[in-house]
Every structure is written in structure tokens, then in C-alpha cells.
């Protein structure tokens, strides 16, 4: 069983085995619960997805708006983001709007991506990549990491 969280409402929704999880609604609010796109999110936000979301990894990116290599990557975070889901979803976090929230992840220098699963990171890389090496990145943090659920 996969476990999100409605980026429209923040409703925590289940998606059963062997139905694909792309297609899952949110059972309060209706919107799709996947989108094939990064989530922007607050640190609340964050916070829930991480104590939420089951069965699944999360991959956050933490930037800010002035970063020319976060600006570069955007794009290719999207990238990933159709690539990896419903395996992982992909959040975004603005630094400079969460403060608290990246100096809690530890964050020394932007773009940072964290692999996130069970609420724990179990992966952290810094810098800017193109979409091929998020996903390969992402793959192979995953398969070096057991999984808890």
C-alpha cells in the first residue's frame, strides 16, 4: 500500500496495490494526487509528507529564487519528477522562504537534493544536474538503501 499526501489539500491518501498510483484522486478534495510534477512545499508541508508518505520515497529539492544553478535545474527537476513518480515524489522547498526548515536538513549549499524514505534521509547530494543524473542519482541511492516498509 502507498501512502500520499493531496498537494492540493493536504489530505493523506492511500493508493491500494496493484491499482497504478498516477491515477489515484484524493478521496477529500479530487484532484490527482500525482501529477508527474515537483510539489512545491512550506516546512509544514514537508513535515507531513515526510511523517505521511509510505511506500514511496520523497526527493527534495531545497533552493532559493536568486540561485542561477536552482534556476538552471528547475526544469530538470521536472524532468525527473515524470520519470521517478509514483516510485518517488518529487517536493520542492524555498530556502529563503523556510529558513528554519533547510538549516534543519542541514542545507550548506544550494541546489541540495534529499532522499527521503520512512522520514528519514538517507541520501544528500548538492549542486546542479540534469534530469538523467537525478533519476540514476536517485535509483541508485535508492537500491543501496533498504527499504523499512
Not at 12 to 40: F, I, W, Y
Not at 137 to 142: D, E, H
Amino acid at each position: 500500500m502507498k501512502q500520499f499526501v493531496c498537494p492540493s489539500c493536504g489530505a493523506v491518501n492511500r493508493a491500494p496495490e496493484g491499482r497504478d498510483a498516477r491515477q489515484a484522486s484524493c478521496g477529500k478534495c479530487h484532484q490527482t494526487l500525482l501529477t508527474g510534477a515537483p510539489v512545491e512545499v512550506s516546512g509544514a508541508q514537508l513535515q507531513a509528507h515526510q511523517n505521511a508518505t509510505k511506500g514511496a520515497a520523497l526527493l527534495l529539492d531545497v533552493w532559493a529564487p536568486w540561485c542561477g544553478p536552482c534556476k538552471s535545474m528547475a526544469p530538470q527537476f521536472a524532468a525527473a519528477a515524470k520519470e521517478l513518480e509514483p516510485e518517488v515524489r518529487l517536493l520542492k522547498l524555498n530556502s529563503d522562504a523556510e529558513p528554519a526548515a533547510a538549516s534543519a536538513l542541514g542545507v550548506s549549499g544550494i541546489p541540495a537534493l534529499f532522499l527521503i524514505r520512512d522520514g528519514k534521509v538517507i541520501a544528500r547530494t548538492a549542486g546542479a544536474m540534469p534530469a538523467s543524473q537525478i533519476v540514476s542519482w536517485t535509483r541508485q541511492a535508492l537500491s543501496q538503501s533498504p527499504a523499512h516498509s
